[in-house]
């Protein structure tokens, strides 16, 4: 048992003994690594540059191609309608302009080789201006200048004219964001969409020699009212060629419909300075253009309502454009021409028919006037998207407005809001046949894709060949030549020899000399005074003085009217002239001028009437 004891014991020793850890060596840290050695900077590796690459039609953007053909379009269009002819010093005028062109040159001249400040009309002397004059003071400031009439006169137009195309795309593709429709736009705009194509069959029917019927065309298919049918004249290019102030008008409206969109999310403190700028603007459309402040009323009064942000900003515009354009309206116009007058140019055939025969014959003229338009805008309205619109809806209550009333005493001068109306309108016309695009493209049934592009190629077709048609109507026109300064005897003497501010009793109305030479004259054209809302007729009194064998009442004339100069020709008995007798005035009275072929003469108030 004590073996026992001292074994275990031995063995707890032994467990003891070598349970004890062996005693910790102490570990010493390695030298530290020597700093590697200075490396040299990497050798730069030459940039590969790309050869320039050579000029590529293909990578001009279809946008540039479009805007400069819409360019070279506005400029020939204006060129090829007015020119001057630098060898015979003629104004180069095309027929299809010569009615209107009577009143613009007189009013250019007046203020470019006249003295026409106040502003007179100049084929109406001794009257304020009635007539919306500010471009045509432009014009005659630039001729004064020394710019050449045909250019003074076409580059303004065709800034406005290109403005308007310009104009027109960006704000079709604002709304739809689509090029095409924008490029469709612009193209119903340019093209007569009326039905007057089937008045132009009528006269010539189809046959082999179509081709060349509509490239030789001449005359308007239809020109009403001063023609045949209920198909108007204001929707082809004439209108814009006519009226040249015209396109910029129309031009600032859809720029401001424009900036309506853009600042409609603005601050307010970011529109006020725009508010002042248009209010500014406004102010000089009484003198710019008359008939577009009724356009900007109808759209302002509209977005208003629709576009609650930006209240405040069309609020300040208003106020500032009231305030300058007011006093102008009640100087230039005579409020009692406003009147109610339904129906347009066919207001006298309504007021006869009954109600129901009224409603159709008026149906049936806008749906010959618009063509397709009259039920795509509608239709297609309501497919644009929603801002599309709130912002062309005015285009509406600006037609059932035009239809219900007349602004001046010529009822066919509301044409310029069907105008406004029609262009507006094409964008909405152009959206639903991309719509028909797009879904006959998506179709899974070929026959179904084939047709409905069928429909949409028809379609476009209707709405253009009228268009077309007139196209070569403005390409084969002529132009008529008026002679001017220094090769007209006349007009170059009464240049020289009277004042700027001279009035001269006319023998003729159309392109007088002394028009020419920036004069004023008694009496135009009837037609323009009486559609610039003059009271008076002139022409009994016109007769009077030149039949007359009365020198007493001769002289009370002339210097009741202030007229410092009478002409006297043979007018080879034209009805719309007095007749005058040039063998009388010569035996009676002493010329103070007389041409070389002594059928002219001139005759100066103080010397007759001593």
């Not at 006020?272 to 009484?286: M, S, T």
């Not at 049936?364 to 644009?384: A, M, R, Y």
């Not at 403005?474 to 090769?487: K, R």
């Amino acid at each position: 048992m004590v073996y026992m004891h001292q074994t275990h014991q031995h063995k707890r020793a032994r467990f003891t003994a070598s349970a004890t850890l062996p005693p910790i060596k102490k570990v010493v840290a390695p030298p530290p690594l020597p700093p590697p050695p200075p490396q040299a900077p990497p050798t730069p590796v030459p940039v590969k540059r790309n050869p320039p690459r050579s000029f590529d039609i293909h990578r001009i953007p279809l946008e540039l191609v479009l805007f400069f053909l819409l360019a070279i379009f506005s400029f020939w269009l204006m060129f090829h309608t007015f020119s001057f002819d630098p060898v015979t010093h003629s104004l180069r005028i095309a027929f299809k302009l010569w009615s209107d062109f009577g009143a613009h040159i007189p009013l250019i001249r007046s203020f470019s080789l006249g003295n026409n400040w106040p502003p007179q009309y100049p084929i109406y002397s001794g009257e304020p201006i009635r007539y919306h004059f500010l471009f045509f003071l432009l014009v005659g400031l630039l001729e004064k200048a020394g710019v050449r009439i045909d250019w003074a006169l076409n580059i303004p137009s065709i800034i406005g004219f290109y403005g308007l195309l310009l104009a027109l795309y960006l704000l079709a593709v604002r709304l739809t964001k689509s090029r095409l429709v924008a490029t469709l736009s612009i193209i119903f705009f340019l093209s007569n969409g009326s039905l007057g194509f089937i008045r132009f069959f009528s006269q010539f029917p189809l046959s082999t020699n179509t081709l060349w019927d509509i490239m030789s065309a001449r005359n308007f298919p239809a020109f009403a009212p001063w023609g045949p049918g209920e198909i108007t004249a204001f929707w082809n290019l004439n209108i814009y060629t006519n009226q040249r102030h015209l396109a910029a008008a129309f031009a600032l409206v859809i720029i401001f419909m424009l900036t309506i969109l853009r600042i409609e999310k603005q601050p307010l403190a970011k529109q006020l300075p725009l508010a002042i700028v248009w209010g500014a603007i406004l102010g000089i459309f009484p003198y710019f253009h008359q008939p577009t402040l009724l356009i900007f009323a109808v759209c302002m009064s509209w977005y208003f309502l629709a576009f609650p942000s930006v209240r405040q900003f069309l609020y300040l515009m208003g106020i500032i454009g009231a305030v300058l354009v007011i006093p102008q309206v009640t100087a230039l116009r005579d409020t009692s021409q406003v009147a109610w007058y339904p129906g347009f140019i066919i207001h006298n055939e309504l007021v006869k028919q009954p109600i129901a025969s009224a409603i159709l014959h008026f149906l049936s003229f806008w749906w010959q006037n618009f063509g397709g338009h009259s039920i795509l805008i509608l239709v297609g309205f309501f497919l644009l998207p929603k801002k599309a619109q709130k912002l062309l809806f005015p285009i509406f209550p600006l037609f059932v407005v035009a239809n219900a009333a007349k602004f001046s005493v010529e009822a066919s001068a509301n044409h310029k809001f069907f105008n406004f109306a029609l262009m507006i309108g094409d964008i909405a016309t152009a959206y639903i046949l991309v719509y028909l695009i797009r879904v006959s493209a998506r179709a899974k049934s070929v026959l179904f894709t084939l047709t409905g592009l069928g429909l949409v190629s028809v379609t476009v077709l209707l709405l253009t060949l009228t268009g077309v048609i007139d196209f070569f109507v403005i390409a084969n026109d002529t132009q008529g030549s008026v002679v001017d300064i220094p090769t007209n005897e006349v007009a170059t003497w009464i240049q020289r020899n009277t004042p700027p501010d001279t009035v001269f009793l006319n023998s003729s109305y159309l392109y007088h000399p002394a028009s020419i030479a920036g004069r004023k004259i008694f009496l135009g054209w009837p037609y323009f005074a009486w559609s610039a809302g003059y009271p008076v007729n002139r022409m009994p009194i016109m007769k009077t003085m030149y039949e007359s064998r009365s020198k007493s009442q001769l002289c009370r004339l002339l210097s009741q009217y202030h007229i410092s100069y009478v002409t006297v020709e043979n007018v080879k008995n034209d009805v719309n002239l007095p007749h005058i007798d040039l063998s009388y005035f010569l035996d009676t009275y002493r010329p103070i001028f007389l041409s070389h072929d002594k059928k002219y003469a001139i005759f100066e108030t103080k010397s007759m009437c001593r």
